[in-house]
């Protein structure tokens, strides 16, 4: 079957009844920060449009040359000098502005700490001085694993004072992910928490890194941030105490002026293969990006209050909660812990308690408000809301719908917004006081963004089609490659289609241009918006003695989008059982981090697989989705369809 096809068969239903339009409201409309004009003005000359929104930002050195592009690597504003923290706090400071919230913290416990773009940067000072008293450099590589507490983002702006890169990693992740992730981009520091909260419990991220250490000689220095203060092991020499550290550090800290092109971060994303990419994202043309698409996307004023509910450790806390937020001197929330602690208000309870007006959500969150019932945000005074965003995922129309209608009390602008760790800024999403919305799309290219669907032959799909979603023109905020593995950036990216960006994505586009995402269409899985490889599991799943083979796929669900679903073949003569699947889902779980674990697992005595000996994925999606299967007749045992098929119902029926 080709892309179109499955494309077809996986969503036409949705584009047909799909006919409801929100035009923007015209009170939004007369206040927006974007206007029609922006279009017009990136389509003109795309290269000017982008060099007049880098212009906004504070340069040591002004640029003059914007961009340089050797395909596929992109410089943007390449012979200018900036600083980043200089742009996110001194720049607002200086302008008057210190007072000003950057961030409310609210910690899980109830904990609460408004944190002002003053004290902001004379943290950020502190802890980029004590970075530099420990030896840390322009052009070293700092490891984040924290909770989201203030700290994180001062950890991220203290290296870049100092022209370090950081590499954040996700607290959900397990010590293997960790050692994968520092070992490869050559961390020389790691800095943690002792624990971190989650659901009332705690989650033992300074254990997890010393498990990690073990196996990384080359880390030297582990800085510990106090947050729950139960006892942690301290390895003298090596591990110190943040408050400890900061302790007399000097309240001021030159800023390192450096290069546009200079490495701001690097962040591991899945792919298709096992090893995670380390997706490298540079200064200038990154904090351009994910400046100018968080005031025109989320079109924030200065007296908002902006929450984005993303983690730090993906990329949408990165551009949406620390730069792009705090370069345009947004006042913003910063929370801890889950939606449902310690009850399911406790979204509702923030937005009523700090008035937010503009909430970023995932539509995996949404889905599960939506099963919580009415009564939870009914609690709450949610009339402060006037703006709506979404990301991570595909939004189903009835989501779309009691999201605006339920939280947004029908007032507010929805923006969906397609974008990837790769294209670090949002590409494809509505200007919320200039598009008309659909439920379910993510309707327009962002200004200066230049994407298209196309088919096999790499030719552009007549409307209504749908095939690949491709980019056509660099774009400032684009990665710069993968961490050491220049030969996997193309080929992942380039290879498939000549001077096109792959971004590994199914889409429509229906006679008014709006696109309509439909899910990955390489081994890529998203589970509650994690990008999740399925050889990454498949991997761990084979590192378990008893596990011969293993194939996973991703299987629709109501809730997280897609749920992972194991097929295991054992070594030898052994029989699957209840308590070995919970092992091994567990197994997984230790090895990658918990939020891998396999939903489904089914045992089996063979896997479906070509004559040429590759697993026939498609065939065992279908399989666990329990629907009639295509053709099987490059299978080369067809009798273990039948096999699996009926594990798979069982399976199925015990899990409802
Ligand atoms: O499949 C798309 C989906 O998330 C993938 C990118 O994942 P990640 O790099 O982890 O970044 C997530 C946050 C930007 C995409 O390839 N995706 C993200 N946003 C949307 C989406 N799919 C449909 N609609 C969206 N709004």
């Not at 009332?200 to 220095?221: I, Q, S």
């Not at 290879?495 to 241009?513: E, T």
């Not at 989008?561 to 070594?571: C, H, N, P, R």
Request: with cysteine; proline share 6%.
């Amino acid at each position: 079957m080709s892309v179109e096809e499955q494309l077809h068969s996986r969503h036409i239903e949705a584009l047909q009844v799909e006919e409801r339009r929100f035009p923007p409201p015209p009170e939004f409309v007369a206040q927006a920060n974007a206007k029609p004009e922006v279009y017009e003005e990136a389509n003109g000359d795309y290269e000017a449009f982008w060099a007049a929104r880098a212009r906004e930002l504070e340069w040591s050195k002004p640029f003059t040359r914007v961009l340089e592009w050797n395909e596929p690597f992109a410089r943007w504003f390449a012979d200018g000098e900036l600083n980043i923290s200089v742009n996110c706090l001194d720049r607002h400071v200086r302008a008057g502005r210190g007072e000003r919230v950057a961030y409310y913290f609210e910690g899980e416990p109830g904990d609460r700490r408004a944190v002002t773009y003053n004290e902001l940067l004379l943290e950020v000072c502190r802890f980029a001085n004590a970075l530099r008293a420990q030896g840390i450099k322009r052009g070293d590589r700092v490891a984040i694993y924290l909770p989201m507490i203030v700290e994180l983002p001062v950890a991220m702006l203290a290296c870049t004072r100092i022209g370090a890169a950081h590499s954040v990693i996700f607290g959900g992740f397990s010590p293997d992910a960790i050692v994968d992730r520092v070992t490869d981009s050559g961390c020389i520091a790691l800095i943690t928490a002792d624990f971190g909260w989650r659901r009332g419990k705690t989650v033992p991220l300074k254990e997890n890194c010393d498990a990690a250490m073990e196996r990384m000689p080359d880390v030297k220095c582990c800085i510990v941030v106090k947050r729950t203060g139960d006892p942690v092991n301290m390895e003298p020499g090596r591990d110190v105490w943040w408050h400890e550290l900061i302790e007399g550090q000097p309240a001021t800290c030159e800023p390192e002026p450096v290069d546009a092109e200079n490495l701001l971060f690097i962040l591991y994303t899945s792919g298709t293969t096992a090893k995670p990419k380390g997706i490298k994202h540079t200064t200038g043309g990154y904090l351009t990006g994910a400046a100018t698409t968080h005031k025109y996307v989320f079109d924030v004023k200065d007296d908002d209050v902006y929450w984005c509910t993303a983690d730090i450790g993906w990329v949408t806390g990165h551009s949406y909660i620390v730069y792009g937020p705090l370069c345009n001197g947004t006042t913003g929330v910063l929370y801890e812990g889950t939606p449902d602690h310690p009850d399911k208000d406790r979204f509702w309870e923030i937005v009523e308690r700090y008035k937010v007006t503009i909430l970023y959500t995932a539509p995996t969150a949404i889905r599960t408000f939506m099963k919580w019932g009415t009564e939870y945000p009914g609690k709450h005074d949610l009339s402060s809301l006037r703006l709506l965003g979404s990301v991570g995922e595909p939004i189903n129309p009835e989501a779309w719908m009691w999201y605006r209608d339920v939280i947004g009390g029908g007032r507010c602008p929805i923006v969906d917004t397609w974008w990837q760790t790769e294209t670090g800024m949002i590409m494809i999403t509505p200007l919320p006081g200039v598009t008309t919305t659909l439920p379910g799309s993510a309707t327009q290219p962002f200004p200066g963004v230049f994407p298209d669907v196309v088919d096999e032959a790499g030719q552009t799909v007549p409307p209504g089609g749908g095939g690949y979603i491709v980019i056509r023109k660099p774009w400032p905020a684009m990665l710069r490659g993968i961490w050491g593995d220049d030969e996997r950036y193309k080929e992942t990216y380039w290879s498939k289609f000549p001077h096109m960006y792959l971004a590994g994505d199914g889409c429509r586009r229906d006679k008014d241009g709006n696109y309509w995402f439909m899910g990955r269409i390489d081994d890529v899985m998203n589970v509650s918006g994690h990008r999740i490889s399925t050889t990454e599991v498949e991997s761990a799943l084979v590192s378990h003695p008893a596990v011969a083979e293993a194939a996973v796929v991703g299987r629709s669900d109501a809730m997280t989008g897609q749920a992972i679903s194991a097929f295991v073949l054992l070594k030898g003569a052994q029989v699957g059982s209840e308590p070995l699947a919970l092992e091994l889902r567990a197994h997984v779980g230790v090895k990658l981090g918990k939020f891998t674990s396999p939903k489904y697992l089914t045992f089996t005595s063979e896997l479906p697989k070509t004559r040429s000996g590759k697993i026939m994925r498609r065939l065992l999606r279908d399989i666990s989705e329990g629907r009639t299967l295509g053709d099987t007749t490059t299978l080369a045992d067809s009798s273990i369809v039948a096999e699996l098929q009926s594990r798979a119902r069982e399976e199925a029926q015990k899990e409802e």
